[in-house]
T-cell receptor, first 116, second 112 residues
Framework: DGGITQSPKYLFRKEGQNVTLSCEQNLNHDAMYWYRQDPGQGLRLIYYSQIVNDFQKGDIAEGYSVSREKKESFPLTVTSAQKNPTAFYLC???????????????FGAGTRLSVL | GEDVEQSLFLSVREGDSSVINCTYTDSSSTYLYWYKQEPGAGLQLLTYIFSNMDMKQDQRLTVLLNKKDKHLSLRIADTQTGDSAIYFCAERFRDSWGKLQFGAGTQVVVTP
């Protein structure tokens, strides 16, 4: 089955600890995204990547880091600098757009991160 | 403003029609989308509409677009209990890489 796999489903972080959220896709999509979802708020973009070995900051990148060493994988690290990490994290992917085409993003099932 | 706006909650009786409204920000946005999120899950694309269209129908779903007022709506006919979820509208900005801006979501509760 083609899709996006996020792991783990639940993650707990201790004070001062870095944690890494996994996102893997087998859709052969070039572009991948990380969003943060807080209750009663829309999705906020953390980072995105349009191609391997390249990524860009989104609206709320502070306290987060990413890498894109493989087309299929886009892990997100929540660093100790992120003081309020408790949230639901969603990974998405899409084909690489040309011009003004539709950007249909496909989402994983999410990772819920909590602070101990 | 910068935000895509949606009402936060809608209650509807099973079998009735639901209408979820959204006001978006950029009159030059090219595509507008409706996503559905069930509890504890990711977002699932329901439908989308290109900005040069006024209406799009897909089975029980009808999307209406009013570009002048930057207003988007999603009508669900014959609402079922399985339609209970959070519905997000999103707009695709007319920029080089297609950023999507999401609203805060409308929680739809279907009652028997």
């Amino acid at each position: 089955d083609g899709g996006i796999t996020q792991s783990p489903k639940y993650l707990f972080r201790k004070e001062g600890q870095n944690v890494t959220l996994s996102c893997e896709q087998n859709l052969n999509h070039d572009a991948m995204y990380w969003y943060r979802q807080d209750p009663g708020q829309g999705l906020r973009l953390i980072y995105y990547s349009q191609i391997v070995n390249d990524f860009q900051k989104g609206d709320i990148a502070e306290g987060y880091s990413v890498s894109r060493e493989k087309k299929e994988s886009f892990p997100l690290t929540v660093t100790s600098a992120q003081k309020n990490p408790t949230a639901f994290y969603l990974c998405a992917s899409s084909i690489l757009l040309e011009g003004l085409g539709k950007n249909i993003q496909y989402f994983g099932a999410g990772t819920r991160l909590s602070v101990l | 403003g910068e935000d895509v706006e949606q009402s936060l909650f809608l209650s509807v009786r099973e079998g009735d029609s639901s209408v979820i409204n959204c006001t978006y920000t950029d009159s030059s946005s090219t595509y507008l989308y409706w996503y559905k999120q069930e509890p504890g899950a990711g977002l699932q694309l329901l439908t989308y509409i290109f900005s040069n269209m006024d209406m799009k129908q897909d089975q029980r779903l009808t999307v209406l677009l009013n570009k002048k007022d930057k207003h988007l709506s999603l009508r669900i006919a014959d609402t079922q209990t399985g339609d209970s979820a959070i519905y997000f509208c999103a707009e695709r900005f007319r920029d080089s890489w297609g950023k999507l801006q999401f609203g805060a979501g409308t929680q739809v509760v279907v009652t028997p």
